[in-house]
Structures are given as C-alpha cells and as structure tokens.
C-alpha cells in the first residue's frame, strides 16, 4: 500500500484480528505516474516485499 494509507491498514487490521499481518509500503501516490516511475517504486520495495514474505520484518 502506499503511505497514505498505512494508517488506514492498521486499523482493519487490528479489527479483523490479524495486527501482525506483514505489509510494506511505497510513497504515495502510485496512480496517475508515469509508468517508469511506478516500476522504479517496486524497485525500491523489494528488500521489504522479500523480508515481509519471509518474515523478517513489516
């Protein structure tokens, strides 16, 4: 999710039960930039992406 919403995230998290649920985020906002843009954002998202999926961290 982007971090305009992380709060967001959190609170349905928590109310569905699951506050530990592993998630990254990206710098707001992702729709509406160039395409370029959004592949260099996944870019810098992998070392989270990969340690969120392993559980190394959130």
Do not use: C, S, W
């Not at 707001?28 to 992406?49: N, S």
């Amino acid at each position: 999710m982007t971090d305009a919403f992380e709060g967001l995230f959190k609170l349905e998290a928590e109310q569905r039960g699951a506050p530990e649920l592993p998630y990254i985020v990206i710098p707001h906002p992702l729709g509406g930039i160039q395409p370029d843009a959004v592949e260099e954002k996944a870019r810098e998202a992998m070392p989270a992406l990969r340690a969120a999926l392993l559980g190394n961290g959130a």
